[in-house]
């Protein structure tokens, strides 16, 4: 990975320190890097639309076509560091991109419980209304608790941002929670983010307060699929 001078310490009259969910303030000025968030490439269950949690599926040969696609993108960020859920379909997508990542177990997806591999649509045929980000799932976990895991990961990476970018793969619905968390929402709040297989997402600052950077860029898709 890329490295850069380590700067200094950030003038107090340019720069603000945040405080994220409980945790450590950190100060945030225009000179330092950002969170890099990669939801995995695709695999059999997220195309069919199954909810996948702790089943490690691997990656369909498009989705390793996805992964791959995303080094030239990564490649041109100043990467000090990068993190992976220990799920192979997250750090098989950050190999396939040009990294070495250390794991992270607080990455892993959301434990959908009892409704692991179930649609959307099946769970509501059992219970009306049914959302993950409110409701929770039988057996598995709820938002807060997820929240409290994007919290950990967070107050670790968040002081690697002096020296650069720090990229973290992961999954849909984990990834959506931390970005809620790292602005100051509950995690439930990133259910009104949608992040596709492969997709790449940014955290870092507007203004010195943290803020969600850009979302869901898919431009780096394989020329043969574009959604």
Not at 19 to 47: I, N, Y
């Amino acid at each position: 990975m890329s490295k850069r001078t380590e700067p200094g310490p950030v003038p107090r009259d340019r720069a603000r320190c945040v405080v994220g969910h409980g945790r450590r303030a950190h100060c945030f000025d225009a000179g330092m890097g950002e969170l890099l968030l990669v939801r995995h490439g695709e695999t059999a269950w997220s195309k069919s639309g199954q909810h996948t949690g702790r089943t490690d599926l691997p990656l369909t040969a498009y989705g390793e076509r996805q992964a791959a696609a995303l080094a030239p993108v990564l490649a041109r960020r100043t990467l000090v560091a990068a993190f992976s859920s220990p799920l192979v379909r997250a750090w098989r997508t950050a190999e396939l991109a040009g990294m070495s990542p250390r794991l992270d177990q607080d990455l892993v997806e959301w434990d959908n419980g009892e409704y692991e591999s179930l649609t959307t649509l099946q769970i509501r045929a059992r219970r009306t209304g049914w959302w993950l980000w409110a409701d929770g799932a039988p057996g598995g976990e709820d938002a807060e608790q997820v929240g409290e895991r994007c919290a950990r990961t967070i107050a670790r990476v968040a002081p690697l941002l002096e020296q650069g970018d720090v990229a973290l793969f992961g999954h849909g619905h984990s990834l959506c929670a931390l970005a809620a968390v790292w602005v100051g929402l509950p995690a439930h709040r990133g259910g009104i983010l949608k992040m596709d297989a492969a997709s790449l997402g940014t955290l870092g600052a507007y203004h010195d307060h943290r803020a969600i950077t850009s979302w869901n860029d898919v431009t780096a898709y394989p020329a043969e699929h574009q959604p």
